[in-house]
């Protein structure tokens, strides 16, 4: 009995929404997912927030927590200017993070192991710092592809250079999230299908033995963990990194 | 704390001077404000050398790629408009491989991160 690694990403549809064309629109499983985590969140911190004691809960420690960690990185790497995309940052990690962690969750569905969602997300962070950074400092703003004190001869292969540079960075941002996440949720599945495949062919020995994959299973998802924390930390730091862009025009 | 204002004026004067005690006070708000407030140097913009090293790694991991394959992509598509194959992939290819360097050295630390006027 063979595993398919690649069967837990399949998409299925739940309910039919309305049609454009021909194309079905419907709720599908990954849809689900991001509404547990959205309703997930929102609970999280109205109920966290909910009290406001000066002597906080648990729940209400935890919200406090999540707001110090993520205002902490959008200051530190975007200046206290960057608060004004406090919320934007915050949204994309919370969300992030939490359909990662669901993800995790054996039987669930991992929203982010597909390029189509850490796209949209990315492409969203690139437009809001490309509009932005017009709309604050108009064409001046595409002074951040022409470097200072470079020879003039060499100043357009530079331009062409940096202007790649700034268009490789949503692929890279969508790219990372995606992967990671695909990467790890396919090397869970193959090292719990050992167990099976091995349990299959060999009877008691083979279940005896299957204690070697389940170990690494056991290790796996602690590693899962880290990585599903960390890029949705890696995401949002990244995000900081290109607002700073848009934000500051000189220090 | 002791930076000499205590011994100069305020013990002398202490006992009868309302005023003494009113400038200290605000000497002394002055200060709790400066030590509570995040200065702009504590938290102006830095350089993505200041992420964890694990952040760091992580994006060192795809932005060469990213760069050769929107070099690539762009080459790909030029070819196909103006009919010039193969030139626009080999210049576009070259430019996407320099991009990824300069993505992977900005990512890394070596080069700041751009800014305007600078």
New interface residues.
Partial sequence: MAVDPIEQFQIHNLFPVFKIGHTDIAFTNSAAFMLAAVVGVTAFLVIGTARRGLVPSRLQSAAEIAYEFVATTV??????E?MKFFPFVFTLFMFILTVNMIGLIPYTFTVTSHIIVTAALAITVFLTVLLYGLYR?GL??F??FV??GVPIYILP?IV???V??F???P??HS??LF??MLAGHITLQVFASFIILMGGAMGALGWAGGALPFAMIVILIALETLVAF??A??FA??TC?YL??AI???? | MADGTRGTGDRKELPDDEAALSARLQRLGQRLDKASR?S?ND????S?A???A??RG??L???L???V???AL?GWLIDRWLGISPWGLIV?LL??F???V??VM?AAGVVR??????
Avoid: C, M, W
């Avoid at chain 1, 200051?75 to 206290?80: E, V």
């Avoid at chain 1, 500051?248 to 220090?251: A, C, E, L, R």
């Fill in positions: 200051r530190s790497t975007a200046g206290s960057g400092h001046h703003f002074n951040l470097p200072k292969l062409f250079i940096e790649l540079s268009i490789s960075r692929i890279s790219v990372r992967a990671n960390l890029q930390y890696v730091i990244l990194i700073n862009d500051h025009p000189g220090h | 995040p702009e938290f102006g913009p830095r993505a200041d992420a964890s694990f952040a992580f994006r991991s795809t932005e790629v990213a760069g394959v929107v070099g762009i576009f430019l996407g320099a991009a990824g300069l993505n900005r991160e751009r800014s305007l006027d600078e």
